[in-house]
């Protein structure tokens, strides 16, 4: 299959779940905007691994998506590089785990404002361009955590929620416009995100990262074993393709029957 001519913006795409999802889009010919923080040298080597992977082009935008004037630059810079967005993954994601009374107003802001809103802001600006096209593809990465509940993540629990909503009203919103919308609700995924949440297990609960990470998989993901970020990749590229034009406004787990129970 090929992503020729077409071009993605993949937000967080400089780590876990969005790197492997722009490395999928960039093997397939597609040219990839990816966003996301890292060292200097990292991007280069990011940026130079990927354009090597297919026809397309790879280049990175440094903004932070908790500004919308970041969020602006992210699409002019788009626009300067290819002419707009076909394909928008929203990937970008942070966590914080605390009880509510604890969950300080700065992190529920800032929580919100990248896993919530930045995703509204990104839709919104992407539109124009795939309604000019009459086509277009947007994902938003949710979670498992966006259809149901876990304690200690008020603010990532309601975005995540939030972000299945949002795209039940943009896949109805574009329903006859040749664009669709779904969520992506993976269970656990071995990245830097969940490697944070395993240490801080260990070293709370006083074992080793190996028993805390078999217990959080026990707790919750019923298949014992990791989602491997590459899925999520492919799963990104299946909902590009013609076979998936009357598939919107759904969320699509992948999560080792996480939910099922
Ligand atoms: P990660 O921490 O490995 O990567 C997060 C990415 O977001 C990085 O590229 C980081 O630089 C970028 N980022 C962070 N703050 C940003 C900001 N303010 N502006 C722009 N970019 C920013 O995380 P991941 O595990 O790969 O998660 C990716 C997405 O998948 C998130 O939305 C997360 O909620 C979701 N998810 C992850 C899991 C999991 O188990 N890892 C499960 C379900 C859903």
Redesign the pocket.
């Known amino acids: 299959m090929s992503l020729k001519g077409k071009t993605a913006i993949i937000?967080?795409?400089?780590?876990?779940?969005?790197y492997a999802i722009a490395e999928t889009l960039a093997s397939n010919n597609c040219n990839v905007v990816i966003?996301?923080?890292a060292e200097l040298h990292e991007l280069a080597n990011i940026v130079g691994y990927l354009s090597s992977l297919g026809d397309g082009k790879a280049v990175h935008c440094a903004?932070?998506?908790?500004k919308l004037d970041d969020i602006q630059s992210l699409i002019q810079f788009t626009q300067d590089s290819f002419g707009g967005a076909d394909i928008l993954v929203n990937?970008?994601?942070?966590?914080h785990v605390a009880p509510i009374e604890d969950f300080s107003v700065e992190n529920w802001d800032k929580v919100i404002a990248?896993?919530l809103s930045a995703c509204f802001h990104l839709i919104r600006l992407t539109l124009p361009f795939m309604r000019t096209k009459g086509w277009g593809r947007i994902v938003n990465?949710a979670?498992?955590h966006g259809l149901v509940a876990s304690v200690n993540k008020i603010g990532y629990v309601t975005a995540k929620h939030g972000l299945v909503g949002m795209t039940k009203v943009v896949g109805l919103e574009t329903a006859q416009e040749n664009i669709t919308c779904n969520a992506i609700c993976?269970?656990?995924?071995l990245?830097?995100?969940?490697k944070k949440q395993i240490e801080e297990r260990a070293k709370v609960g006083n074992i080793t990262v190996e028993q805390a990470s078999a217990e959080l998989l026990a707790e919750k993901q019923p298949s014992g074993a990791f989602v491997k970020p590459e899925a999520i990749g492919e799963l990104v590229l299946f909902l590009t393709t013609e076979a998936a034009a009357q598939m919107t406004g759904t969320s699509l787990s992948i999560d080792g029957g996480w939910v099922a129970r």
């Open positions: 937000t967080g795409a400089t780590s876990g779940i969005g966003n996301g923080f903004s932070d998506l908790t990937n970008a994601g942070m966590q990248l896993d990465i979670s498992a993976p269970g656990w995924v990245t830097p995100l969940v």
